[in-house]
């Protein structure tokens, strides 16, 4: 067994594998760039070497300096985790050359299913079904249509040496096709220095289906069951889960059977994926081979019990697989939620910022409940532009897949974030939606169910309720703690006003309370609308997190004071609450509301970014849906179109700008 390994990545997989390493007595070596200096991984780590720039072309991609870090603290083997160089051959094959171990696949199995097209011909080859497609060079734009049109629409866009959803367009007609060529060929060469793209047919109401593989260098070969992620937002994934909801025996059977041939026929040796597309009579089709440890493989860890980094570290050492197909089994359900830097509210663009608060969950067993988070940051980090906008995965394991989903809707409502903008209501305003609950899934879910955006949520009568039971529970401990200060001015008094108003947003909720005296913990009985309520909860003032029971349901909720009230966050809601005697109420009603600016003649840069292109000129005359610019923020180009007929009057950025959220990047007339 190696001593030690370097890992050559960063963020929350360059910390999950140390948490393996260390836990087999194999001591670690962190590399990070400028922008990394004070990382997570970087204090996790044995030993840490600087590798560059914050860029990652001038550091994390750079062969030469990671192969220079291993030789200079005697790092035996390199896990590259997932993204950067953990599918590039010519660094396995090097690492091979300098006599250090590529903790993965040999090159000749990367380089067969690494490659999107090559992969596709070596599937076709090898009796695994494929979606219709064309493989062949597309010369240009033009010759796109032409290959579009003869597969028919909609057609998909994919880079050739693409992942994670960065140079893929969905084509719904030539239009389409023309600018996702441009699109997709431009962001394939900016993220993986390969602008090849190839295009397939896209099955209408898919699911993502994906097979877990473990093979070793003794000819062993099993899959652990299948991975549903078919919860995407511009084809990157948002929300997994294993096993899938939608999957029977047979189908499961005939997909893990085809994964462990096609791994066999390349002589596969690591961890694998073989990702599937299927439709809604259970066909499926080959997409691409993973030649790496996924971003999601946390659950099927979680249904297997299997540690997929200590069986790569294992088999890169040459140890047989410890188990058969047969001991292979699938207990429960697990769920993981990406947490990402982005805000939902601004169609999910990306946020960066320092993290001025970060309070996970607790992880572990409570009951029949396990709570997993893997990260990478910590309270005080900085979300940066240079890298993915990834915060944290949030893994639930449950005996069921409704309590496993029950599990993951408390865990995100007591996962706090602040100082950027994230995707936790978002998350979990999906944990309470009809349609996941009930496993009705396609990789279309958001946008069918969401297709002006993810706007902010507004809550029913009974939610009302529940909301404003929590805020004056919440006020009336913070006035009880007031009163008991030693240096009041008037003697501290335990009696209460019995009657309240809490406005919600817009709404009033009348409360009227039942018992005379706040005690700590908190218990009382409230009338709320004409319905007797119990409230308990140990909250304290300054706990971000309010825990306990409203009626008969477990709460789990954030609270932040704002502005003569609380801000509250629950289940995707999030409402400001204000609390008023029934007078003040009344007075409330009649104050004017206060309306946003009009930005109808602006274009606002919706992220921080850097300015690719701008598509326009002053004084031009634009039609709807016409590109007037190109902003670039965490990898992914974002084309920024007119929602309506409108002249250019003013142009106040140029290419090459940085810009930060709300910057105006032109006015209209």
Avoid at 461 to 479: G, P, V
């Amino acid at each position: 067994m190696f001593k030690k390994i370097l890992i050559a990545n960063r963020g929350e997989i360059a910390c999950r594998v140390i948490k393996t390493a260390r836990r087999m007595g194999i001591s670690t070596v962190a590399v990070y760039s400028d922008a990394d200096r004070d990382a997570l991984h970087v204090d996790m780590a044995d030993e840490a070497v600087h590798i560059g720039p914050a860029a990652a072309s001038e550091s994390y991609l750079v062969a030469d300096k990671i192969i220079a870090a291993c030789k200079a603290t005697g790092a035996e083997a390199v896990h590259p985790g997932y993204g950067f160089l953990s599918e590039r051959a010519s660094f396995c094959a090097e690492l091979e050359k300098q006599g250090i171990v590529f903790i993965g696949p040999k090159p000749k199995a990367i380089m067969a299913m690494g490659d999107k097209i090559e992969s596709k011909k070596f599937a076709n080859a090898a009796g695994v079904s494929t979606v219709p497609g064309h493989l062949g060079i597309i010369e240009d734009a033009a010759h796109a249509e032409t290959i579009a049109g003869g597969i028919g629409y909609p057609v998909m866009i994919k880079a050739s040496a693409g992942g994670g959803g960065k140079g893929m367009r969905i084509a719904w007609n030539e239009a389409e096709v023309r600018d996702g060529f441009e699109r997709a060929r431009s962001e394939a060469k900016s993220s993986f220095g390969d602008d090849r793209v190839f295009i397939e047919k896209f099955v209408v109401e898919p699911r993502h289906v994906e097979i877990q593989v473990l093979a070793d260098a003794h000819g062993n070969v099993v899959y652990l069951g299948e991975r549903e992620c078919s919860i995407q937002r511009r084809n990157q994934k948002v929300a997994e889960e294993a096993p899938s909801p939608f999957l029977d025996e047979k189908t499961r059977k005939a997909m893990g059977e085809q994964s462990v041939a096609l791994a066999k026929a390349v002589d596969y040796q690591s961890a694998g994926t073989v990702e599937f597309i299927v439709d809604r009579d259970r066909n499926f089709y080959f997409l691409e081979m993973n030649t790496r440890l996924q971003v999601e493989h946390p659950v099927t860890e979680l249904v297997t019990g299997i540690d997929l980094v200590e069986q790569m570290i294992r088999i890169a050492a040459g140890e047989p697989l410890g188990f058969s197909q047969e001991a292979v089994r699938l207990d429960g359900w697990a769920i993981e939620s990406r947490l990402y830097a982005e805000d939902p509210y601004r169609n999910f663009l990306p946020s960066i910022g320092r993290l001025t608060r970060y309070r996970p969950p607790a992880e572990g067993r409570t009951g029949n409940v396990v709570v997993r988070n893997d990260t990478g940051v910590f309270e005080g980090a900085e979300i940066s532009m240079y890298y993915d906008p990834m915060i944290a995965k949030l893994c639930t394991w449950a005996p069921t897949r409704s309590e496993a989903i029950e599990a993951m809707g408390r865990a995100l409502d007591g996962f706090v974030v602040d100082g950027i903008e994230h995707n936790v209501p978002f998350l979990s305003a999906l944990m309470k939606h009809p349609r996941w609950r009930e496993g009705r899934l396609s990789t279309g879910f958001i946008a069918e169910e969401y297709p002006d955006g993810f706007a902010p949520m507004k809550p029913d009568r009974q939610e009302e309720a529940t909301l404003a039971a929590i805020a004056l529970s919440a006020s009336l401990i913070e006035a009880s703690r007031r009163e008991r200060f030693a240096d009041r001015l008037r003697a501290a008094s335990a009696t209460l006003r019995e009657h309240w108003v809490v406005k919600t947003d817009g709404s009033y909720v009348a409360v009227r309370l039942l018992d005379g005296l706040v005690t700590i913990p908190f218990d009382m009985e409230m009338e709320i609308e004409g319905e007797s309520r119990s409230i308990v909860t140990d909250w304290r003032p300054g706990d971000p997190v309010w825990s306990g029971r409203v009626g008969d349901q477990d709460i789990t909720a954030q609270i932040r004071p704002v502005l003569n009230g609380l801000r509250i966050d629950w289940q995707g809601l999030s409402v400001t609450a204000k609390i008023f005697s029934p007078r003040h109420a009344e007075l409330d009603r009649l104050m004017p509301v206060k309306l946003p600016p009009d930005t109808s003649r602006l274009l606002l840069c919706p992220m921080p970014g850097l300015v690719v292109s701008i598509a326009v000129a002053e004084g031009q005359e634009v039609k709807a849906g016409e590109t007037l610019a190109i902003v670039e923020a965490m990898k992914m180009e974002n084309v920024l179109r007119a929602d309506r007929d409108l002249v250019v009057s003013k142009i106040n950025a140029a290419a090459g700008e940085s810009l930060a959220v709300d910057a105006v990047i032109m006015e209209f007339a």
